[in-house]
């Protein structure tokens, strides 16, 4: 990597702030999302090289390509002693950017697109918890808006409905965690730090109530974590949105239930309608886009499309972006959808949280890959409409979230 990278993983912090007064240093605020479908890498080792000094730092020219590069480097899914330095460092050199460089950032969205104002979340990693906290995981997101109302909806109905225990917040994607400290300066604990928070701080009794929809691979990951403070605490992890996964596509349960009437009701009437029923006889369909996994819990989306079906929703229709399992590939939903008849498709997110995957991969219209755009391709339809809004912003939703944790109290006080 190039000097001028090793040296921003190195100086100080009086250096960070000389380099950003080099060139232009207009501000511009939020960018995107999603770790998803990212793959582990290890973070930038500390360098060696001694500091630069602050008079060099205001000497060196700060190109596109090295803020690139300092984007690159923190792309990644574990934290390291640099990751913080590394951020700050990405943040410096690309305020340091005139308004034309900035603009030939490959990355550029990184920093530059807006979605909405940071300082009105709250991260949830205050000291003094006390003796009993409630712990919120969450996969997290970069886009603020969507971080306030979904996220944040789920942490304060558990707050105000469990006001003698202390509601704390951790994310388990850490290339999310990188994005929110580089771009806004915002840092929120990865659950490692967040259960050594809870350790420092004395905490006896710890429920951690998983965003997760389902037992799928973070919630597998977020078990495994606990493990090493199980003799610190006594820790019980309350069930994902979705419960517990059944043994094939026909095992349904009332969490799923639950969940289907709510996002079903609330797309209705964001749609206009008065009811499902109404909404299919004008010809309308409703698909909900959920992410997809190769992990066996898969057969959760499966299971929701039996729910709909067993529930009359005949126009409701269920969809991954990563087309896992099969059945839920986005061609294959627009097909299922083309032999129901429908002339008008509402298409809307499946997912706690409404950041990339929703804005980007559902909705985006400039996308030729975007579901938004392969229905309009498919030739079949003639109106295509969205909805962004995660599941985290339903109420309904989020007392299901509440009614989870309070069974998971329950056997902590029981």
């Known amino acids: 990597m190039k000097s001028f990278v090793k040296y921003f993983a190195a100086t100080a912090i009086a250096a960070l702030l000389a380099m950003a007064c080099v060139g232009c240093a207009s501000e511009e605020t939020p960018a995107t999302d999603d770790a998803a479908t990212t793959s582990e890498q290890e973070a930038p ?26 984007i690159a480097a923190i792309q990644v899914q574990e934290w390291t002693e640099t990751t913080a330095d590394d ?103 990865n659950v490692d730090q967040a259960l050594q928070r809870a ?97 066996e819990a898969n057969v959760t989306y499966s299971q929701m499309q039996t729910t709909m079906d067993e529930l009359g929703y005949k126009n409701v229709f269920i969809g991954t972006v990563e087309g896992e399992p099969e059945e839920t590939e986005c061609s294959v939903v627009i097909g299922e959808v083309e032999k129901g008849g429908y002339s008008t498709v509402w298409l809307r997110p499946m997912m706690v949280v409404a950041g990339d995957h929703a804005n980007n991969d559902m909705a985006d219209p400039e996308d030729p890959e975007s579901w938004v755009s392969m229905f309009t391709d498919a030739g079949s339809f003639e109106n295509i409409e969205t909805q962004v809004m995660g599941l985290g912003e339903i109420p309904a939703v989020q007392e299901l979230y509440v009614a989870h944790t309070a069974a998971a109290l329950e056997s902590i006080e029981g």
């Open 199 to 295: 350790a420092d701080n004395g905490v006896k009794n710890l429920v951690i109530q998983p965003t997760h929809l389902m037992h799928g691979a973070e919630y597998d990951e977020l078990v495994e974590a606990t493990e090493a403070y199980a003799d610190q605490m006594n820790i019980v992890i309350a069930e994902p949105l979705l419960g517990e996964v059944g043994a094939d596509a026909t095992v349904i349960n009332d969490d799923k239930k639950a969940v289907a009437e709510a996002v079903v009701a609330e797309a209705v009437a964001q749609a206009g309608y008065a009811s499902v029923e109404e909404m299919d006889a004008d010809g309308a369909a409703l698909v909900l886009m959920g992410h997809g996994t190769s992990h």
């Open 87 to 189: 951020c700050a460092a990405a943040k410096a050199a690309w305020d340091a950017l005139s308004d034309d460089q900035k603009a030939q950032v490959e990355e550029g969205d990184y920093f530059a697109l807006d979605t909405g104002d940071a300082s009105a979340d709250d991260p949830l990693n205050q000291d003094g918890i006390g003796e009993n906290e409630i712990l919120v995981v969450s996969f997290g997101t970069s886009f603020n808006d969507s971080r306030v109302a979904d996220i944040g909806g789920v942490e304060r109905a558990i707050q105000a409905a469990f006001p003698d225990w202390s509601v704390r917040r951790a994310f388990t994607a850490q290339i999310i965690l990188n994005h929110i400290m580089a771009r806004d300066g915002e840092a929120i604990d």
């Open 45 to 70: 080792a500390a360098t060696s090289e001694p500091a630069a000094t602050t008079e060099e730092a205001a000497t060196t020219e700060v190109t596109p390509e090295d803020v690139d590069e300092l």
